[in-house]
């Protein structure tokens, strides 16, 4: 065989460390067996990427597509029905994609390091889903406060899934945790449609 | 020397546990280190406590009996006050006490076996405080469906303040934290305190 260019190693081994992470979750990525498992030489992962953060960035951002891919087919609707639909696909995709969703939120850079821009860029992109029926709920709202607004709603939906798939507020059958979510965003939907007068 | 008793030992080793949790996280406590910290043989460990999930437990048990203790602290008033004023008391322990806080979420029983009645007694008692505002807010609302909405509640809020210590929405200085919170749960009290009719 001849020796593999860069670009086929580079997705060898993203490949190889998405299946790690499902196995066993970010934690168990180690780049001995991720090098073993795909074939290379231990030094040959720093040529095609610059260390094991950069790689665990590459499939959290491979996560990313898939859940933006996710979100994208929700109908499009009135926000009152598309925000609700839109937290129920995160809960499904969430579900069906437990470790690899969870190392989204596990992944830290070494020595507290800040993700880099591309990696930011990359998750804005993903509440822009939720800032566009933030747009038709509340006409009025300038774009940074909507941004802000997205990002506190995509956490508490994030809350009650991640809390709800652990069953880590008591038992969570699935039916049981769609409908929490389900009231949550309803409620949100509600709530910020008529804003109460700040005092 | 006399030799300690038993309740001495697992005193001592609940506060040495407790220690390296807010040293270094739940995934540091290790049984061989902290019987050498205590001064113990590491078999004692086990006269104590019968593992180290139910020592991780008693942690958790001392840290839900401080943040209950946060919570007891938030003045009393309608609920459109006290429901924001709670959720920014979490957000300020959970800051205050970072490791400690994430090791209530973090950890798993050994095998996937279930936690005992027991702690889920001691949950359901932190729950309690956003029962009892929701009751005011909904008189009307059983009081399973309060009990269940409570914990959505509480899982929304832990989202945002989960996310936002961590800064995995963007960044997050601790204002915008507090602004994002009280936004969201002024909506959440709002939508609640009006819920649409169900189509």
Chains 1, 2 share one sequence.
Not at 2 to 7: D, F, L, Q, V
Not at 39 to 57: E, M, N, Q, R, S
Not at 107 to 115: E, Y
Not at 177 to 192: E, I, M, N, Q, S
């Amino acid at each position: 065989m001849g020796r593999p260019r860069r670009a086929d190693l580079r997705q060898a081994l993203l490949l190889a460390a998405e299946r790690r992470i499902d196995e066993a979750g970010l934690a168990a990525l180690k780049a001995r067996e991720l090098t073993r498992e795909v074939g290379c030489a231990l030094g040959a992962l720093y040529t095609a990427y610059p260390d094991l953060d950069a790689l665990a960035l590459a499939v959290n951002a491979r996560t990313l597509d898939a859940l933006e891919a996710a979100l994208d087919a929700v109908p499009d609707g009135p926000p009152a029905d598309r925000l609700p639909a839109l937290a129920l696909a995160y809960l499904d995709y969430a579900a069906a994609h437990r470790r690899r969703w969870a190392a989204l939120f596990e992944h830290r850079m070494a020595d507290g390091r800040a993700a880099p821009d591309w990696y930011h860029d990359r998750l804005a992109r993903l509440f822009c889903h939720v800032e566009a029926p933030l747009a038709a709920l509340r006409p009025g709202m300038g774009s940074a406060a909507r941004a802000r607004l997205a990002r506190s709603l995509f956490s508490a939906v994030h809350g009650v899934v991640a809390l709800g798939l652990d069953e880590k507020v008591g038992p969570m059958p699935a039916t049981t945790l769609r409908g929490h979510l389900r009231v949550l965003v309803d409620a949100l939907v509600t709530g910020l449609a008529r804003p109460r007068p700040r005092r």
